[in-house]
């Protein structure tokens, strides 16, 4: 659609107020094309700051202007995906380059300009020389220097229509020409139905008989509503309505003018207002605009921002909302601007709410002109400078600390510029006996205080610090105006002196430290030597406990190679029950203490050995580091306390043996009258039995049964029997068991006989703990082998070890239900005779299966243990030339078997020995017993 070519006067004189505001800001503003990338506009200010004429950069991208190719990509890189994902970017600072080719750093605001349906045309870019200050927070854009403001004059259409019928009576031409439609077509009673767009023309006339029925019948009435054309374009009407008499009728007349070019118009202007708003609420510092009278008329975002407090700004006098002064300020920039025509400047207190400065501004004040050069306001430029000053003022404050501090240092301190030395200390003059005069002497080479052989390097370090590297200390020798050489050390920066660049060099004269050096290195030769040649190890770790020394006795101690030592955790050569100890005590050390303690430590080969430590903090100055000492050997000390302790336990328990062997010989005393009393009367008891039974018999069979007790005679007469012989039997055994612990507990001479039947051996055994199976299993099995040679021993000490043997499997068993199964047999191939004790018990640790034999050791302790049972029962076995052997499995039970040979005058068709004797009936009893 055609727009109008021509602005109305009324955005004459806003255009006219932001073109002198923006041409007179400080910061360059380009309006770049969203298409080309070129720039479209720009102001004066952008031909200030980068020193081309207008018309030089019209036309061109903005990537000349950047100091190079890759500041250019960088700025492409983050700052337009920053635009592309926020809408605008604000304070980007990039190297920037003026027609001179000097380069100078700026700060960019970017923000996108948009046209109709909120469609982007292009970008203001804002940017601000912030050279002498290295921060700016402000951006300023400029708006299209062109705006399209389209106002043209139409006729107007008159319409008549029927308020009863809603048809057209009279229509002009204008009219026509507006809706698109001949009059002839307006004027039918209804649109032709071909016509697939005569619903436009009803629209119309619908809105209008809205509008007869809404209307006062006196005063016309105005509005305004979109129409579409026949062709489809689209129009903005405006309708003079009123009720009119035609013929004696009411009718509504409407004059109907085309208002589409002024409402473009209207949002031509209202769109550059919405951009010149954006951009004047862009800048980053605050704009006021006064009139003649000092008061506020229009500010910017950033202004109200910073007098939030004092808000609203518009309609008081600047001097009132930005100083709290009730007169003008004196040397008011805004007042000498009214009276000289001319942009002044002053530094202000900056006061946001009260009467108490919160900082300073910086105020520029520049004419607001009307068409005749007559000054008929003031734009009020203000930054906070607050920073900028408090910066200033802690740059003089650091220098003039850093001239008492260097004034007063013991260290050398040079200022190098260009080649020549422009500051150099107090210490300076003391050291190297040259005068300041003489060091800021044109003529004066500093290489003349360096000696020879570091020149070069001297150069390269310099050259290093021109091209902005670090370069870390170093030492080099300085010449004394009397020829002495210094050794020296240097600490060297790149700074900037008096608005240039300069090298600061901190020198430290390191003379005495290198004689110090010297006689510490021969001092660590001999510590080095005593170390390595000492058996004690010294070691350290640090605070995490890991290992940073080692002396070469520590290779020898851990059978391991220094590599494999330094750089792991300590606890990992300990043993793991050491572990809680070693971690408790190591805190202590590191909390300050000195701590000596006992410990196991693990060779390679899984060793154990003894080790004293003595062992102290580590601390570097005051800094506490972590941990040093020594450590001792001590494996052969605490194996000879453990000899000698085991000789004393020995002693103990030998002592205790014969107390118990004096103890079974009384109680067997004890215990023999009552079982003699009763072998005695129960004879006695049996023969009266045997004597009165015929008579009792006779009663019987002349009166009859009677009971005797709780049962009849007949009952009780074969049970009298059975019973006086139980109890016979009874105290025989009785008589036994206690001549067996007699025999058991007297100290017998090692005599052997040639005819021990190992059976009877078994069963004497199993006689005597025959309490303890019942108590300890509902299973017990022994079977007896046959045809078993006799055997050349000591039949007492053989019992003992079965006695032994079976007391611990009773032991092992963790439930009644578990079984115990002895057996004896012989192994004629290898001519020895054996006894096995089979549990089902808890087993024995792999661990602790080889040592079941060593004196003292016992699993058994929590319940009585002693720990010498089976070794003494090792030395009977051994004594008799047989073997003992153990084998077994945790938590499935245990397996002992006795092994012994056959005396010399055994053979194998020797007939085997006799137990005791008895009928064909008792033995069978007797074995069906003994194998339940």
Not at 54 to 65: S, V, Y
Request: glycine fraction near 6%; proline fraction near 5%.
């Amino acid at each position: 659609m055609k727009r109008p070519k021509r602005a109305k006067p009324g955005i004459e004189p806003s255009r006219r107020l932001l073109d002198r505001a923006f041409a007179s800001l400080r910061d360059a503003i380009l309006v770049i094309d969203a298409d080309t990338g070129e720039i479209a506009d720009c102001n004066p200010a952008a031909s200030g700051i980068f020193g081309y004429a207008r018309d030089e950069l019209i036309g061109r991208t903005t990537e000349f202007l950047h100091a190079d190719a890759a500041a250019f990509a960088t700025f492409r890189a983050r700052l337009i995906p920053a635009v592309e994902q926020h809408g605008r970017c604000e304070g980007f600072e990039c190297p920037m380059k003026r027609k001179d080719g000097a380069v100078f750093p700026t700060e960019q605001y970017l923000t996108p300009l948009e046209g109709d349906n909120q469609a982007r045309i292009g970008w203001v870019s804002v940017v601000r020389d912030i050279s002498d200050r290295h921060k700016a927070k402000a951006a300023v854009q400029d708006s299209e220097a062109d705006y399209r403001l389209i106002f043209d004059s139409v006729n107007d259409g008159i319409v008549v229509l029927d308020p009863e019928t809603g048809r057209v009576t009279d229509v002009n031409a204008k009219m026509c020409e507006m809706l698109g439609f001949p009059r002839e077509e307006l004027l039918r009673p209804r649109p032709a139905a071909s016509d697939r767009r005569s619903g436009l023309y009803a629209d119309f006339r619908r809105q209008a008989l809205e509008w007869l029925r809404t209307a006062d019948t006196q005063a016309p009435r105005t509005v305004q509503w979109q129409h579409v054309h026949r062709s489809g374009r689209p129009l903005w009407i405006e309708a003079n309505i009123r009720r009119v008499a035609v013929n004696g009728r009411d009718h509504l007349l409407a004059v109907v003018r085309d208002i589409t070019e002024r409402r473009w118009a209207q949002e031509e202007l209202d769109q550059s207002r919405q951009f010149l708003q954006s951009v004047f609420d862009g800048i980053q510092d605050g704009i006021c605009v006064l009139d003649s009278e000092f008061t506020i008329v229009r500010t910017n975002v950033r202004m109200e921002e910073m007098y939030a407090a004092r808000m609203p700004l518009v309609g008081k006098k600047c001097y009132e909302a930005c100083q709290s002064r009730e007169q003008p300020c004196p040397d008011c920039p805004a007042e000498k601007v009214f009276d000289s025509g001319k942009a002044h400047s002053a530094v202000e207190p900056f006061r946001p709410a009260g009467d108490k400065p919160a900082g300073w501004i910086d105020l520029s004040a520049f004419p607001l002109k009307d068409a005749d050069g007559n000054v008929i306001g003031v734009i009020e430029h203000i930054r906070d400078i607050t920073q900028r000053r408090r910066v200033e003022e802690a740059l003089r404050e650091s220098e003039e600390k850093f001239r008492n501090l260097a004034e007063q240092s013991p260290n050398m301190i040079f200022i190098n510029q260009g080649g020549r030395v422009v500051y150099a200390n107090r210490q300076s003059e003391r050291t190297l006996g040259y005068t300041r005069e003489e060091f800021y002497a044109p003529t004066f080479d500093h290489m003349s205080i360096i000696a020879p052989k570091d020149h070069a390097m001297i150069r390269a370090n310099f050259a290093r610090h021109l091209r902005s590297e670090d370069v870390e200390p170093y030492e080099y020798a300085l010449l004394a105006k009397d020829g002495r050489e210094i050794e020296s050390i240097i600490t060297t920066k790149l700074i900037s002196f008096a608005g240039q660049t300069a090298i600061l060099g901190i020198v430290t004269d390191i003379t005495p430290r290198k004689a110090m050096e010297q006689a510490l290195r021969e001092s660590e030769g001999k510590f080095r030597y005593l170390v390595e040649n000492m058996r004690d190890v010294i070691y350290a770790v640090d605070l995490h406990g890991v290992i940073t020394y080692a002396s070469p006795a520590a290779e020898l101690l851990l059978d391991s190679a220094s590599s494999e030592i330094v750089g792991r955790h300590f606890i990992d050569f300990f043993h793991p029950e050491d572990a809680s100890q070693l971690k408790a005590n190591f805190a202590r050390i590191l909390a300050g203490e000195r701590v000596t303690n006992e410990y196991r430590v693990r060779t390679r080969a899984g060793e154990t050995r003894w080790i004293l430590t003595s062992s102290q903090p580590k601390y570097e100055g005051a800094r506490l580091t972590g941990v040093q000492g020594i450590l001792t050997d001590i494996t052969q000390r605490k194996e000879a306390e453990a000899e000698a302790e085991f000789q004393r336990q020995q002693l103990v328990q030998a002592d205790k043996m014969v107390a118990l062997g004096t103890l079974v010989s009384g109680v067997a005393h004890e215990v023999n009258n009552p079982a003699h009393f009763i072998m005695l009367n129960a004879p006695v008891l049996s023969k009266i039995y045997r004597q009165t039974t015929p008579i009792i018999d006779e009663h019987v069979a002349e009166h009859g049964d009677f009971r005797v007790g709780a049962r009849s005679w007949s009952e009780m007469r074969e049970t009298i029997p059975r019973l006086l012989d139980g109890i016979l039997n009874g105290a025989r055994r009785i008589k036994g068991i206690v001549d067996d612990l007699k025999g058991f507990a007297r100290r017998e001479p090692a005599q052997t006989s040639p005819d021990v039947d190992l059976n009877a051996v078994v069963r004497a055994a199993l006689g005597l703990l025959q309490s303890s199976i019942k108590r300890s299993t509902r299973v017990f099995r022994v079977e007896y082998g046959r045809s078993l040679p006799p055997l050349t021993a000591n039949a007492r000490q053989l019992e003992q070890v079965v006695i032994n043997l079976v007391q611990n499997a009773c032991e092992a068993l963790t439930n009644k239900e578990q079984a115990i199964r002895v057996a004896t047999r012989y192994d004629r191939k290898a001519r020895l005779v054996k006894v096995s004790v089979r549990d089902e018990g808890r087993g024995i640790p792999d661990a602790a299966l080889n040592r079941v034999l060593d004196p003292f050791f016992t699993t058994k302790q929590d319940c009585g243990g002693t720990g010498l049972g089976l070794s003494v029962s090792a030395r009977i076995v051994q004594r008799h030339g047989g073997k003992l052997e153990f084998k077994s499995k945790e938590g499935e039970g245990t397996t002992a078997v006795l092994s012994l040979p056959l005396g010399e005058a055994a053979a194998e068709d020797r007939p085997p020995a006799r137990g005791r004797k008895g009928t064909g009936r008792t033995r069978a009893r007797r074995r069906q017993k003994e194998s339940t």
